[in-house]
C-alpha cells in the first residue's frame, strides 16, 4: 500500500498565521468603528438655504442632486471634493470657497479694506444653521456670490474645447449647473462653519483658505504625522524582526537554499519531451499555411486570367 505523501509544512507558523488574522480583523473593526463615528458626526444638509430676505438660493434636495451630478458626469476622476479626488482639476470645495470669499470680500470694500477682511471671515466662520428649521441662512454677499459661481461654473463645464480638461460641453443643463454648484457651496459652508460646540468647521478646518481664517487644526497636522511615521516605521520594525529573529516563532521552516546546476545535468521530463512534438508539429503547421496563402492568391489571378 502506498503512503499519500504528508502536507508541505508552511513557511511561516501557524502562530504567525493566526495573529496576521487577528490584525486583519482588528484593523477592520477600528475602521467600522471609524466610519460610523464619520457619518455620526457629518454636517447637516439643510432642508433649504436662504438669504435675509427668506428667498430660497438652494436647497437640501439640491445638493444631493449635485452630488449625483458630480458622480455620473465622473468629476471625482478630475477634481476633488474636501481634498478626496483626483489631481487634474481643482478642489471644488476649496474653489467655491476662494471665490465666493474675494466675491464677499468685494462687496464690503467700502467699509475699508481691513473691516471687509473681517467681516467676511465673520460671515463664513458664523453658522447660521438652525437645527430645529433645518434652514441655513446665508448673508446677502454670499447668497450674490453663490449667483456669480453658477455662471462661473456654467461656462466652465460648458467650454466647447478641451481647454480645462473636460470633455467639451461636458454639462450644459442649467439646472444641473445649479445643482453642481449648490453640492459646491455645501462643502465650502461645511468647510468654513465653525462646528456647535467647537472653534472649528465640521472638517477641521479643511481644505485651509486665508481669506475665511481657516488654518488646519494642530489635531490634523499632529495626527497625520504620527499615522505616517506608525504605518512607515511599524513596517520597517515588522521586516527588520522577521529577517533578524525568529523569537517569535513565525517560520515554520526555513527556506530551501538555492542551487544551480550546469543544463547538462538537467534530464528533460516526460512533459518537456511532449511539447517538443508539440512545437514541431505546429512549425508545420505554419509553414504549410505560410506557402498556401500565396498559392492560393497565384490561382485566383491565373483563373481571373484565363477569365478574361
Not at 490584525?23 to 444638509?45: E, N, S
Not at 459646491?184 to 475665511?212: C, I, K, M, Q
Amino acid at each position: 500500500m502506498v503512503e499519500e505523501p504528508g502536507r508541505r509544512e508552511l513557511l511561516v507558523s501557524k502562530g504567525w498565521v493566526r495573529t496576521v488574522a487577528l490584525v486583519v480583523l482588528f484593523g477592520f473593526f477600528v475602521m467600522g468603528l471609524l466610519a460610523y463615528r464619520t457619518y455620526a458626526g457629518q454636517p447637516p444638509i439643510p432642508e433649504r438655504v436662504v438669504d435675509p430676505q427668506g428667498r430660497t438660493v438652494y436647497t437640501g434636495e439640491d445638493v444631493t442632486a449635485g452630488q449625483q451630478v458630480f458622480l455620473k458626469n465622473g468629476l471625482m476622476e478630475y477634481g476633488s471634493i474636501f481634498g478626496h479626488g483626483a489631481y487634474l482639476g481643482p478642489d471644488f470645495t476649496a474653489d467655491y470657497l476662494r471665490r465666493s470669499a474675494l466675491s464677499v470680500r468685494e462687496s464690503y470694500e467700502g467699509e475699508g479694506s481691513d473691516r471687509a477682511a473681517a467681516r467676511t471671515v465673520r460671515d463664513f466662520k458664523k453658522n447660521r444653521y438652525d437645527s430645529e428649521t433645518k434652514t441655513l441662512v446665508l448673508t446677502t454677499p454670499q447668497a450674490l456670490a453663490f449667483g456669480k459661481l453658477r455662471e462661473h461654473y456654467g461656462n466652465v463645464f460648458a467650454e466647447p474645447t478641451t481647454r480645462n480638461g473636460l470633455r467639451p460641453k461636458a454639462i450644459t443643463n442649467p439646472d444641473k449647473i445649479r445643482q453642481l454648484t449648490a453640492y459646491f457651496g455645501w462643502s465650502a459652508w461645511a468647510a468654513s462653519a465653525t462646528r456647535p460646540g467647537h472653534d472649528y468647521s465640521y472638517t477641521n478646518n479643511w481644505p485651509p483658505e486665508p481669506l475665511v481664517a481657516n488654518e488646519p487644526t494642530a489635531d490634523v497636522v499632529v495626527w497625520s504625522v504620527l499615522s505616517l511615521i506608525a504605518l512607515l516605521g511599524g513596517i520597517g520594525l515588522l521586516f527588520a524582526a522577521f529577517g533578524r529573529w525568529n523569537f517569535l516563532g513565525w517560520r515554520g521552516r526555513e527556506q530551501a537554499t538555492l542551487s544551480f546546476r550546469s543544463p547538462g545535468d538537467v534530464a528533460l521530463t516526460p512533459a518537456q519531451r511532449a511539447c517538443a512534438w508539440f512545437f514541431l508539429v505546429m512549425a508545420a503547421l505554419f509553414l504549410i499555411q505560410t506557402l498556401v496563402g500565396p498559392l492560393r492568391s497565384t490561382t485566383v489571378r491565373t483563373s481571373r486570367a484565363f477569365l478574361v
